[in-house]
């Protein structure tokens, strides 16, 4: 009885006989591209295809660093990868690795091989960077006389900052004496003693842009003392230039961004150090008049004469303070003596007999205050309000009354 598997395993068991094949494990395709679409996720799936077929491919995110250009569709690539089978759709495709244009291959392969041993000779290091000064004085530039890269950079100074200078050497940038132009461009400039250089030009092919990928060239911008910022093609365009220079733009007008700073900018600092300034000595001249008016109470207070007459002053406020007391107790005094006064008024006996009251006594001066003190025949002195009467008692009376002879 025949074997029965499973569709995983029939798809695996075909994966690993591509796997084996050696010719597949590193293969390369040549034909023109469709279907292609850049994922979210950083993948580009795509179709190469000629007269005769079409093969699926796929290049990973992680592979993108093989891809010098923008891929899209009709462009005639040669696909260097893998072919090997995705199990789950059971669909075999190419999984690239490196992508060049067609035509462009031999020239890509150099350019792997001199940017891989410049690498590992360290001119891209980044301790052999330069930085680019913040506000450059004088800017040189390296690219053709003519064309939109210079005029992106005048454009874009001028606004920025158009007080800065620039110095423009006029190279080539293309074809036989490209590489000797630059060259001379950069140590030229160098020597001059500018504060920062732009070596580039426009967009173009790697034919056109191939100047930029001479060792000589990378070995000019690296033994430059003056910072470079290197400005080739556009955003998408890569050479040996961008990584050995002290800094890369993405194209002409970025390196004048990087390199010319923006005056409006500066001007707006110097205003904003200016206020500061202005606020500091308004607050140190306040603190300073405070200070000399708080020093000038000090020495009028210090005075003698001052001294004195605050003495003096306050002197005749105590005077003033006592007298106001005095008087006061005075007052308060009188006030008193008046109560006692007619408090003693209503207690004297000399005011009694002056509303019709007597005061009697015996012969002994004793008061006589009860019946009982007194008998008949006895003589009496009675203390009126001009003199004294003296009486003799002929009768006592019980009922409260004396009868007086």
């Known amino acids: 009885m025949n074997s029965i598997y499973s569709v995983g395993q029939v798809n695996n068991y075909i994966k690993n006989m591509f796997q084996q094949d050696f010719l597949l494990n590193k293969v390369s395709v040549k034909g023109e591209v469709s279907n292609c679409k850049y994922h979210t996720s950083g993948h580009i799936y795509f179709s190469l295809k000629d007269e005769t077929g079409s093969l699926t491919c796929v290049m990973f995110a992680g592979q993108r660093k093989g891809l010098a250009f923008s ?34 291959g031999i020239l890509y392969e150099r350019f792997l091989a001199l940017k891989t041993e410049l690498e590992e000779m360290g001119m891209f290091a980044n301790e052999y960077k330069s930085p680019i000064p913040a506000y450059a004085k004088t800017i040189g530039i390296v690219t ?55 070596v580039g030009r426009g967009g173009g092919s790697m034919e056109d842009l191939w100047a930029f990928n001479e060792e000589a060239v990378a070995r000019a911008i690296f033994n430059c003392k003056t910072p470079i910022i290197s400005a080739v093609g556009h955003e998408t365009d890569t050479t ?27 001007f707006q600092t110097f205003e904003n150090y200016r206020q500061k300034i202005l606020r500091s000595l308004e607050n140190k001249i306040n603190f300073l008049q ?40 005075v007052f308060y005094a009188r006030q008193n003596l008046n109560i006692y ?43 009126v309000t001009d003199g004294t009467i003296i009486a003799k008692v002929t009768k006592v009376n019980k009922e409260r009354s004396i009868e007086i002879g």
């Open 71 to 104: 891929m899209k569709n009709g462009d005639k690539v040669v696909v260097s990868g893998s072919v090997s089978v995705y199990e789950r759709d059971g669909k075999y495709q190419l999984y690239a690795k490196e992508i060049t244009l067609e035509g462009a």
């Open 341 to 383: 006064i007619e408090r003693m008024k209503g207690l004297s006996p000399l005011e009694k007999l002056n509303q019709g009251f007597s005061y009697v006594e015996n012969q002994k001066g004793s008061v006589i205050t009860s019946i009982s003190q007194v008998k008949a025949g006895d003589e009496l002195n009675l203390q």
């Open 240 to 266: 040996i230039a961008d990584f050995v220079a002290d800094l890369r733009a993405p194209t002409p007008s970025a390196a004048a961004e990087l390199a010319v700073a923006d005056i409006r900018g500066v």
């Open 290 to 329: 405070q200070q000399i008016k708080y020093y000038e109470k000090r020495l009028v207070y210090g005075n003698p004469e001052f001294q004195i007459r605050e003495k003096r002053t306050r002197l005749l406020d105590l005077e003033n303070r006592i007298q106001g007391a005095m008087q006061g107790q």
């Open 144 to 198: 053709a006389p003519t064309g939109a890269a210079i005029q992106d950079i005048r454009n874009v100074a001028g606004r920025r900052n158009p007080y800065a200078q620039l110095i423009l050497y006029p190279a080539l940038v293309q074809g036989e004496g490209a590489k000797e132009s630059i060259i001379e461009g950069i140590e030229k400039l160098d020597a001059y003693g500018v504060d920062v250089m732009i």
